[in-house]
C-alpha cells in the first residue's frame, strides 16, 4: 500500500499554544440582532495532518447562523498566525489571530466590514467566554456575536 502524501507532517511547534483548545465544547451565546434569544450550539478545535495546522468547527442550532470552519496556522518568519474561514452561505474570509496567556483573539480590517472576537480561556481551560464585535462601513464599533464555551471533551 502506497504511504499517503504528507503523511509524514509534524506538529507544528508555534501552535503548541492553541492546544488549551483541542476539544469539544457546547456553546451558549447571544446576538444583539436576535434580542431575548438564547443561542445553543457546538464548536471543536482538534490538530490537523499531525498538529501542523488547527481546525475549528462550528455549529449554531438557529437558522439564523451557518455552520462553519476554520482553519488556524502560523508564519514562523513574521511570528503571527492566521486563521482561515469560511462557512455554508459561502463567505470566505482571512483572519489575523493572537494568542497571548488566556486570551485569544481574531479580527479581520476590511472597510465595508470589519470584525473581532476576544476569547478568555478560564478554569484551567474548561470555561471561555466570547464576545464579538463588528463594523459596518468604518462606523463606530457595534456587539456581535456573544458566546460563552463549556468543555465537553
Known amino acids: 500500500m502506497a504511504t499517503k502524501i504528507g503523511s509524514e507532517a509534524l506538529p507544528n511547534p508555534a501552535l503548541q499554544p492553541f492546544k488549551i ?31 501542523a495546522f488547527l481546525i475549528m468547527r462550528s455549529k449554531i442550532d438557529d437558522p439564523n447562523f451557518s455552520s462553519g470552519v476554520a482553519i488556524f496556522g502560523s508564519d514562523d518568519v513574521a511570528k503571527k498566525y492566521s486563521m482561515l474561514y469560511f462557512d455554508e452561505r459561502g463567505v470566505s474570509r482571512k ?8 486570551q485569544l483573539k481574531w479580527w479581520r480590517d476590511e472597510p465595508s466590514f470589519s470584525q473581532r472576537f476576544t476569547i478568555a480561556i478560564q478554569d484551567g481551560g474548561n470555561n471561555m467566554v466570547g464576545v464579538g464585535e463588528m463594523s459596518r462601513e468604518g462606523a463606530t464599533w457595534e456587539k456581535d456575536l456573544a458566546l460563552t464555551f463549556v468543555r465537553l471533551s
Open 95 to 102: 483572519y489575523d489571530v493572537t494568542m497571548t496567556g488566556n
Open 21 to 51: 483548545l483541542v476539544g469539544e465544547w457546547k456553546t451558549t451565546g447571544s446576538h444583539p440582532y436576535l434580542p431575548g434569544t438564547t443561542l445553543h450550539g457546538r464548536t471543536s478545535f482538534d490538530w490537523l495532518e499531525g498538529g
